[in-house]
Structures are given as structure tokens and as C-alpha cells.
């Protein structure tokens, strides 16, 4: 008896399986780039930043100036940060909640720091509040101080970091939908009731990662930072900031020692990013079983 072998089932190779030694090629690849683009040089910052010993590195992190930049990159970053945290969730609440005309020309606008450079960034504000602009003038005689000094940093570096929060935020937002706030303010919650316990959980992970990125951010600014800053020193200058002019000065020692700690940043966001990643991953598996 015959049989028509072409309604026999065929064995269907998958689009993304690919042959060993395709694999292995890709993966190797990778790492060699990752290798020579991110590894080697981040090595290379904390060997120079050792090779006279602990002790010169330690001292170089003591020098005054260098102590200044530190505490002035935690002040701007302890500013800026819970500044954006609140309009990011304005913004995104806004936007992933409510229909509005203008609505796409808001989102349009909180991704234009991504696009501009932020030198370019920096420089508005030079070209806004200089001594030779009107406002400037009325901030001189009225004894205000932003341009090179604090609260001028503040301000460049909330300009390049506020969409962080608010893009993490918004699709998260949107996916989510307004289910559960029509439903609590069905049942008698009023609109703090309902954001603190049922958005804001709702929220948390993106909200997290948002902030964290926005941090690392904030205090690894150099462009933005570096315009509006004035290099005053002891003054004027943040950790990054701080390392070109050591660099400059051929002080490699206290250079490096300040880069590791932005290094070290680096590498703490990344560890905290991969946790949030694998905690939020955790608790959406566990709400699909049940």
C-alpha cells in the first residue's frame, strides 16, 4: 500500500538555531569586542590608579580639591535626582493616564536631551542666564548666583538626565493601563489613596531602575556640567570634571584614583540593575502562576 509522503510531517529546522560553530563564532566575537571596548580599558583605570601602591591612592583621594568634587557630585546627583523622580512621574502619569491635545509633542519633548548633545545642553543655559542677556543682568543685580556655581550645575544636569525616569516609566504605565485606578476609586479611595497603594506599587521595579540610571547618570555628567561649571576649583567641579584637570596637570594617580570611583559606580549600577532586572522578572512569572 502506498502512502503519499508529502502529508508526511517534515522536520522544520528552527530560525534560531544555528549550527555550533555559527554559535560559538557569534559568542566569541562578542566577547573579544566587549573585551577591547570595555574590560581593558576599565582595567586600565584602576591598574594606573594603583601602580604607585595604595597609599598614593588613598592620599589622592584626601586632596582637598579632590574631596570637593566628590561632595559636590553627591549634591548635585542628591538634587537633580528626586527632582526628575517627581517629574518623571508626573510626566509619565500624565501621559499614560490622560488624553490631552499636545499629549505626542510632550513625549517629543521629554526625549530631547537623548538627541542633544550635551555640551549643547550646557551652553543654553549660558546663552539664557549670561551676564549679557537681560535675565542675566537682573540675576547679577539682585545678587543670584546659577552660572558657575551650584545651582547652575543642578540645573545642566537635570536638563540631560530628566528623561530617565519618565521613559522607563511611561510604557510601563501605558501596558498597565487604569484598570486598577478605576477600580479603586470605585470603591470610595480618593486620588493619594489610590496613587500610593495601588500605581506606585504597580510601578516600583520600573521606578527603581528609572532612578538608578538617572543617578549614575548624574554624577558621570562631564559635557553639560563642564559648560555651565566655570572649573572653579574647589568650587565649580564635579568628579568628572575633577579627573581632566588632574590628567592635564600629569597628576595620572589622582586621575585614576577618581575614575575608579566613577568605575566602581558603574559597575554598582550595573550589579543593581541586573538584581532589579531578575527581581522584577521573579515577580511576573509569579503573578502569571497565579
Known sequence: MAFDTSLQPTKVRSAVTEHRFARWTLILASL?????ILLLPLAAVFVEAFRKGAGPFLEALQ????????????IVAGVSVPLNLTFGI??????????????????????????????ISGLV????????THLGQWLSAHDIKI?????????????????????????????QGTGDEEAAISLGASG????????????KWGLLYGVLLCNARAMGEFGAVSVVSGHIRGQTNTMPLQVEILYNEYNFTGAFAVATLLALLALVTL??????????????AASRRH
Not at 586632596?63 to 553627591?74: G, H, N, P
Not at 543655559?125 to 549679557?132: C, D, H, Q, R, W
Open 32 to 36: 573579544i569586542f566587549l573585551t577591547l
Open 63 to 74: 586632596d582637598e580639591e579632590t574631596f570637593s568634587a566628590i561632595r559636590l557630585t553627591l
Open 90 to 119: 508626573v510626566a509619565a502619569w500624565a501621559i499614560a493616564k490622560f488624553e490631552f491635545k499636545g499629549k505626542a509633542f510632550l513625549t517629543t519633548l521629554i526625549d530631547l536631551p537623548f538627541s542633544v548633545s550635551p555640551v
Open 125 to 132: 543655559f549660558v546663552l539664557l542666564l549670561g551676564a549679557n
Open 147 to 175: 552660572l558657575f556655581a551650584v545651582p547652575g550645575l543642578i540645573l545642566a544636569t537635570m536638563f540631560v538626565t530628566f528623561p530617565f525616569v519618565a521613559r522607563e516609566l511611561i510604557p510601563l504605565m501605558q501596558e
Open 192 to 203: 493619594w489613596q489610590t496613587f500610593w497603594h495601588v500605581t506606585l506599587p504597580n510601578i
Open 271 to 284: 550589579v543593581l540593575k541586573t538584581l532589579l532586572e531578575m527581581r522584577y522578572s521573579e515577580e511576573i
